[in-house]
């Protein structure tokens, strides 16, 4: 009896020692990327992810915010290979962003496929988001939920923009997609690539003359301080958000924490959107009204006139939808007639 019950305590302090070793294969900090900083919602979804993360897990995983996308260099379109390299743990990306690298999510900017927020739901909650996010996790990172950064709305400082030819020989400022290249070039514009970070001094200079940007990145950049004083209603594209983890590191953490790490980044992402769309989305054009008051003049396209600027990128949109794959684009488009 004695030497049974000698193994069975050997045995446990066995156990014990293994699950604390276990738990010293946790890091003391988890590195998370994000473009945009706390004075953005962008960047107050990655806050509410690591809080959650660190009450959900008892503090077993700690996270920190590197938000300006300085992991790597402020090259935002870097992020999405420095998350495979385990340069980057977890991230909140932007589709746009990571498009260059993972063609499937192209999609999201392919010019005037989604009209409004009811399509983009249907897809980002649909059979369409399911397929994405399978794409993703072939590629080593691992995908957990959608937030959102919102439809990219056109500001300049030169004049009012409701036709195409408003837009001929404006220079404007677009992310480091060559689809968004393509668009512009499509509308007679002048497309000028470069990172966020470089953006508002181009603007303020007089460097670029315009971009195109959510409105919640509008007004908490203060853009209309930087001579952006012409503003289009034009819902050309959305860039939604996606919480991931690389694969690296979540197979390091218990399944029980992984789960929990779902869990507050799909809670986080339901809250990113909701305030995403404050003063904006419906009846509540709470934002558009600080905009106007800055002394933005705000164009709201008609049908008609959104129509011209539809006829004029759709060999774009054609053309793209080759490159991200006919299926998923045929997917996509039933979704959003079916909202």
Same mark, same amino acid.
């Given at each position: 009896m004695l030497r049974r019950t000698f193994v069975a305590a050997v045995a446990l302090g066995l156990l014990a020692s293994a699950g604390a070793q276990a738990q010293t294969t946790y890091r003391s900090e988890y590195r998370l990327s994000t473009t945009l900083g706390t004075a953005f919602p962008w960047g107050q979804a990655g806050e509410r992810w690591a809080e959650l993360v660190r009450e959900k897990t008892q503090g077993r995983i700690n996270i920190k915010l590197y938000s300006g996308n300085s992991l790597v260099g402020g090259d935002q379109t870097r992020e999405f290979t420095a998350i495979r390299q385990g340069v980057i743990d977890l991230s909140i990306g932007s589709t746009i962003n990571w498009s260059p690298q993972v063609k499937e999510l192209n999609l999201f900017s392919l010019p005037f496929l989604m009209p409004d927020y009811k399509a983009m739901d249907a897809l980002t909650q649909g059979e369409v988001g399911k397929e994405l996010f399978a794409t993703l996790e072939k590629r080593d990172v691992i995908p957990l939920a959608w937030g959102e950064n919102g439809f990219r709305? @056109?500001?300049?400082?030169?004049?009012?923009? =409701? *036709?195409?030819?408003? @837009?001929?020989? @404006?220079?404007?400022?677009?992310? &480091?997609?060559?689809?968004?290249?393509?668009?512009? !070039?499509?509308?007679?514009?002048?497309? *000028?690539? @470069? !990172?966020?970070?470089? =953006?508002?001094?181009?603007? =303020?200079? &007089? =460097?670029?003359? &315009?971009?195109?940007?959510?409105? !919640?990145?509008? *007004?908490?950049?203060?853009?209309?301080?930087? &001579?952006?004083?012409?503003? *289009?209603?034009?819902?050309?594209?959305?860039?939604?958000?996606i919480f991931v983890v690389s694969k690296q590191v979540w197979n390091s953490w218990t399944p029980a924490d992984r789960e929990a790490v779902r869990q507050a980044a799909l809670q986080a992402g339901r809250e990113n959107v909701e305030k995403a769309r404050k003063g904006i989305a419906g009846n509540d054009n709470t934002v558009l009204k600080q905009i106007e008051a800055s002394g933005v003049k705000v164009t709201q396209l008609t049908p008609e006139q959104r129509a011209a600027f539809v006829q004029a990128t759709r060999p774009v949109y054609d053309k793209w939808s080759k490159t991200i794959g006919a299926d998923l684009v045929k997917k996509a488009e039933a979704a959003i007639a079916k909202r």
């Open positions: 709305e @056109m500001s300049n400082s030169k004049r009012d923009i =409701a *036709t195409p030819a408003d @837009m001929k020989g @404006m220079k404007f400022r677009v992310v &480091g997609s060559p689809l968004y290249n393509e668009t512009f !070039s499509a509308l007679g514009a002048n497309p *000028t690539q @470069m !990172s966020w970070a470089d =953006a508002q001094p181009a603007l =303020a200079s &007089g =460097a670029v003359d &315009g971009q195109e940007n959510p409105l !919640s990145v509008f *007004t908490a950049a203060r853009l209309a301080t930087v &001579g952006q004083k012409h503003l *289009t209603l034009w819902h050309y594209v959305a860039d939604p958000l």
